[in-house]
C-alpha cells in the first residue's frame, strides 16, 4: 500500500514515514499543499495523511481538490476545535487525528480506513466489465475471462488510475516490482494482449513519450 504524507514539519513527516514503512506501508512526502497536489497529478495512492495548516494551499482547501481522485484521507493536525473536525469530515475526511497522537493509533486508523474503504471496491464495474479485486476473476455477462496475473494486476492498475496517463516506467514498477530500463517491451505487450482480450482497443490510449491511459 502506497501512502502520501501531506505535512510540512520535517520530523512528524519523518515521524509518519518510518513508523508506517516499518508497518509494511510505502510512503511519500510532500511538504506543502501545492506540492501535494502536483504529485497527484501523476501518481495516485491508497491513502493520504493530510494536516490542515499547510503553506501554499491548506488542508482544507487541498481536500477539495482531492476528492475527485475519490482516495481516502485521514487529517492529522494540531486544530482540535469541534468545528474544525466537523468541517474537515464534512469535507469527505474518512477519520480525523489530533496531535500529539501514538504512532501506534495512528497505524490502527489507517488499518482501519484501508479496510473500509477496500472492502467497497472488492467488485469494479467497467462498462460490460465486473472485476472482483479479492477473488481476481473478471467477467463479462456472467462469463469469466482468462487473465494472467500480471494482466490482472496491469488492468486494476488502469482501473484505480482512470483517465491518468500513466509512465511505463511506473507501470512496471508496480506491476512487475522491478526498475524500468527504458528498453523493455514487457509494458507494451502486456498492454496488447490486454486490449486484445478485454476489448478495449478504444479505452486502453497510447499517450506519446508518456505510455498509457485508460479513458472511461
Known amino acids: 500500500m502506497k501512502l502520501l ?6 520530523y512528524i513527516a519523518d515521524f509518519m514515514m518510518i513508523g508506517l514503512e516499518k508497518a509494511g506501508y510505502e510512503c511519500e512526502i510532500a511538504y506543502d499543499g501545492k506540492a501535494a497536489a502536483d504529485v497527484l497529478e501523476v501518481k495516485r495512492y491508497d491513502l493520504i ?6 503553506p501554499e494551499v491548506n488542508g482544507f482547501e487541498l481536500m477539495e481538490y482531492i476528492r475527485e481522485y ?13 468545528e474544525d473536525k466537523v468541517k ?11 496531535k500529539p497522537f501514538a504512532l501506534a493509533e495512528l497505524i490502527a486508523r489507517v488499518e482501519c480506513v484501508l479496510r473500509r474503504y477496500h472492502k467497497g471496491q472488492e467488485k469494479i464495474l467497467f462498462r460490460d466489465l465486473e472485476i472482483d479485486a479479492v477473488s481476481r476473476v473478471v467477467r463479462r455477462n456472467g462469463e469469466n475471462i482468462e487473465l494472467t496475473m500480471k494482466e490482472l494486476d496491469l488492468l486494476l492498475l488502469f482501473l484505480r488510475n482512470r483517465n491518468i496517463p500513466l509512465f511505463r516506467d511506473r507501470i512496471y514498477e508496480e506491476v512487475w516490482e522491478g526498475e524500468y530500463d527504458g528498453e523493455s517491451r514487457t509494458v507494451d505487450l502486456h498492454v496488447q494482449r490486454l486490449k486484445k482480450k478485454l476489448g478495449l482497443h478504444t479505452s486502453i490510449i497510447s499517450v506519446r513519450k508518456i505510455g498509457y491511459r485508460l479513458e472511461d
Open 88 to 98: 474537515g469530515l464534512g469535507l469527505g475526511a474518512d477519520d480525523y487525528i489530533t
Open 5 to 10: 504524507i501531506v505535512e510540512d514539519e520535517e
Open 49 to 54: 495523511l493530510l494536516d490542515i495548516m499547510l
Open 70 to 82: 475519490h482516495t481516502p484521507v485521514i487529517f492529522i493536525t494540531a486544530r482540535s476545535r469541534l
